[in-house]
């Protein structure tokens, strides 16, 4: 009687804990939700994208939720969740994913402190992929990237292609222009991937300004600069 109580307890004990954890997952989940839904509905406030164009996720465990296929960000509810796991299983909601989602698993896969990925077809940053193989160092904020940033070579959107043309093109960086595409950045928090696409949309417009002034050719900083940058870089903002 008294192993049977006590295997009783353990039981309970266990079901308990298992009730608090699927809890706490599904409060992350929904949190994550929120906060991807606002990041999406400012892409298209900040210009970033048109319409349902461009697309967001943010991974929360073994879970990623991503914009769901061709429903505008002002539509989308809490209850219009999106996820898949790493191999791209949905896992939740009943949405389609967004067509882009070999890119950002892509990302995940390759990145494990990858936490959330944004893709914008930015105006600027695209007229820039149709111009050059990097965008110029023409400020600091570059290092903030890793580096000059590449263009990964044109593939067709939502293909395996697109989304290794996309690796090579980030490698040691966190953002990339996509040819004829867009952009993608990623980072840590989804406040982090978005500033980090907002910056790389600034200094590509940055750029085709300073170089559309006729007899004169931008100032570009130089691979020391740069590394001094980032070395200042990593003990900014507020700590502790």
Known sequence: MTQSRAGTTESATDSATDSATDSATDSALESAWAELVATARRTVA??????????????????VLVTPSGVPYDRLTPGDATGVDLAGRRVLGTLVPTSELPMHLAVYRADPGARAVVHTHAVHATAVSLLV???????YMTAALGGPVRVARYAAYGTDELA??????????????????GTVT??????????RTAQLEWMCRLWLTAASVPGHSPSLLTPDQLAEVAERLRGYGQHG
């Open 164 to 181: 290794r043309a996309m690796l090579d093109a980030l490698a040691d960086r966190t953002g990339c222009l996509l040819r004829n595409h």
């Open 133 to 139: 193989d990097e965008l110029p160092p023409v400020h």
């Open 186 to 195: 990623y980072g840590t928090s989804l406040d982090q991937a978005y500033d």
């Open 46 to 63: 900040d210009g970033l994208v048109v319409g349902t164009s461009g697309n967001v996720s943010v991974r929360v465990g073994d879970t």
